[in-house]
């Protein structure tokens, strides 16, 4: 074998090639199959993005609605898959139980486990896209003790996910425009970041050829770390912390850059943005907005503010290149929609789940395509003997 590469981290290396998602970290530019994330928050819609993400083009009026149609006709979970919400702690928290409960969809759909059926695939996809909320939802209604609704197919995915997180079986239950646009944006925001460690980790285990549930599993719980998807919901418990300790966000900014206890100031720094993040623009655009109109926490808002202000002024920050990123100001909003910070991180994962499927798609279809394996530096023993007795 010849010379190997050492890349902690995956700094250098490119492991795949992809038609998907483009990203300048310089120039903070980021665009879903061309189109610049910008318009896609103004113009588009979470659905619409889904279908860009997985099948490459954006859907004329009636790819769309067939789409939106599947979907709904798929939102029903296996009554049995329901039991397995009974099977963990009530004070479970619900990335776990979302993964097991996407990886359990492989023993109901047995017909999935070929990765080359191009129709299984398909159904798989649809699948995916319409009972992830519900399980999501589930886990949630679980968590606080209340019934499980049965989805509503009049409703859109979006709709139908804030319905079966926040309506009571005996009463009708009323969306919020703002709320559902709100959270339709946020997905979108979400929707793919070309090789995160979440897709990496979906192309990984798809690499050896498991399939879409497999992976997409894989994937919940490699989105579950507090470095990468769970970094939304740490920003809130920073940010109360702060508020808890009557401390100054400015004495709180001290401990991060002496690094005290391994302190890092949550939602800042991205391995790829060196100049901002483009989602953390758009976030922090609607959050005012949406805050103001749904009555979010206004002294968690402003700790944020200041933490951000301080640090932008920073030279630690400037020098380090540290902007905020997309989970800086998202807990707020989601807190503001009424959803308890363990669901944070749930909601990052329904966002990203159209990208995790189109990559896996893509992966699958690369005649590229080779079984991951990277490889090591061995620094352990050398030979030895074993000692005779
Ligand atoms: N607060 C304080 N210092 C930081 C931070 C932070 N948030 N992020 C990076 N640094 C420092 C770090 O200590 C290091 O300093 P030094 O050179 O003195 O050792 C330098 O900046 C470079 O950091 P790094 O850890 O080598 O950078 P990375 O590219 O490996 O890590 C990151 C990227 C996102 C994991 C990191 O910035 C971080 O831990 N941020 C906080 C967690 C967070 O907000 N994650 C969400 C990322 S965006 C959405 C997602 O992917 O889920």
């Not at 483009?22 to 896609?40: M, N, S, T």
């Not at 939106?68 to 397995?84: A, M, N, S």
């Not at 999501?136 to 979006?158: C, E, F, R, T, W």
């Not at 009555?295 to 503010?305: C, F, Q, S, T, V």
Request: glycine residues 8%; negative net charge.
């Amino acid at each position: 074998t010849g010379a190997v590469t050492f890349d902690p981290g995956f700094m250098n290396t490119a492991a795949t090639t992809s038609a998907i998602t483009y990203i300048d970290g310089d120039a903070g530019v980021l665009r879903y199959r061309g189109y610049p994330i910008e318009q896609l928050a103004e113009h588009s819609s979470f659905l619409e993005v889904s279908y860009l993400l997985i099948y490459g083009e954006l859907p004329t009026p009636t790819e769309l609605e067939t789409f939106d149609h599947k979907i709904r006709r798929h939102t029903l979970l296996h009554e049995e898959l329901k039991g397995f919400f009974g099977g963990f702690p009530r004070d479970a928290h619900p990335m776990p139980v979302l993964s097991s409960a996407v990886s359990a969809l492989s023993t109901f759909y047995q017909d999935s486990l070929d990765p080359f059926d191009d129709e299984q695939v398909e159904l798989s996809t649809i699948r995916l896209m319409a009972k992830m909320p519900v399980i999501a939802a589930y886990a949630h209604k679980k968590s606080i003790g209340q019934a499980l609704l049965y989805p509503d197919n009049s409703m859109n995915l979006v709709e139908n996910y804030l319905r079966l997180s926040f309506g009571l079986a005996a009463e009708p239950y009323e969306l919020d425009p703002t709320v559902v646009k709100a959270l339709d944006l946020l997905l979108i925001l979400h929707a793919d970041h070309e090789q995160n460690c979440s897709t990496s980790t979906v192309r990984l285990v798809g690499s050896s050829n498991a399939n879409m549930f497999a992976s997409v599993s894989a994937g919940i719980n490699a989105l579950f770390g507090p470095l990468h998807g769970g970094a939304n919901e740490a920003v809130l418990n920073m940010l109360r912390q702060i508020q808890a300790s009557g401390q100054a966000p400015e004495q709180f900014m001290e401990k991060v850059k002496n690094k005290e206890e391994g302190v890092r100031l949550m939602g800042f720094g991205h391995r790829v943005y060196k100049n901002y993040d483009p989602r953390a623009r758009l976030v922090k655009a609607t959050a005012h907005e949406i805050l103001g109109k749904l009555g979010g926490n206004d002294e968690l808002l402003d700790i944020a503010m200041r933490l951000e202000e301080k640090a932008l002024a920073d030279d630690y920050f400037i020098e380090r290149k540290l902007y905020p990123n997309v989970d800086f100001y998202t807990g707020l909003i989601y807190k503001a929609m009424g959803f308890p910070e363990k669901m944070f991180t749930v909601l990052f994962a329904i966002g990203r789940l159209p990208g995790w499927i189109a990559q896996w798609r893509e992966m699958i279809k690369d005649p590229q395509t080779k079984i991951g394996r990277p490889r090591q530096l061995y620094t352990g023993a050398q030979e030895r003997q074993y000692p005779a007795r």
